[in-house]
């Protein structure tokens, strides 16, 4: 089994940063890929950044240039730098992970950026 727990979420101003974190705990040898995935209110949850156990890492569109999916596969974390934030970034950030059992998912945390 994996734990997935997600933490940097808060408030910040258009044009600014946060960074989230994803931390992996249990049966982290069977996880394929992971990203980050995002669900605004009223809209469908869509991919944001994954990052395969290769290393390699793809993006939505919405985000390339501005936002840089990382591992620390010491410490079984994922982050996701996020810069020049956007009103439409506002959303719920979901961790996932693609163990080889399932689709895991973490709680969130809430990204809200004002204007």
């Known amino acids: 089994q994996v734990r997935l727990v997600e933490s940097g979420g808060g408030l910040v101003q258009v044009g600014g940063s946060l960074r989230l974190s994803c931390a992996a705990s249990?049966?982290?040898?069977?996880?394929?890929?992971m990203g980050w995935y995002r669900q605004a209110p009223g809209k469908q949850r869509e991919l944001v950044a994954t990052i395969s156990r290769e290393g390699g890492t793809d993006y939505s569109d919405s985000v390339k240039g501005r936002f840089t999916i990382s591992r620390d596969k010491a410490e079984n974390t994922i982050y996701l730098q996020m810069n020049n934030l956007k009103p439409e970034d506002t959303a719920v950030y979901y961790c996932?992970?693609?163990?080889?059992?399932?689709?895991?998912w973490g709680q969130g945390t809430q990204v809200t950026v004002s204007s």
């Open positions: 996932k992970a693609d163990h080889i059992a399932a689709e895991l």
């Open positions: 249990g049966s982290v040898f069977a996880i394929n890929s």
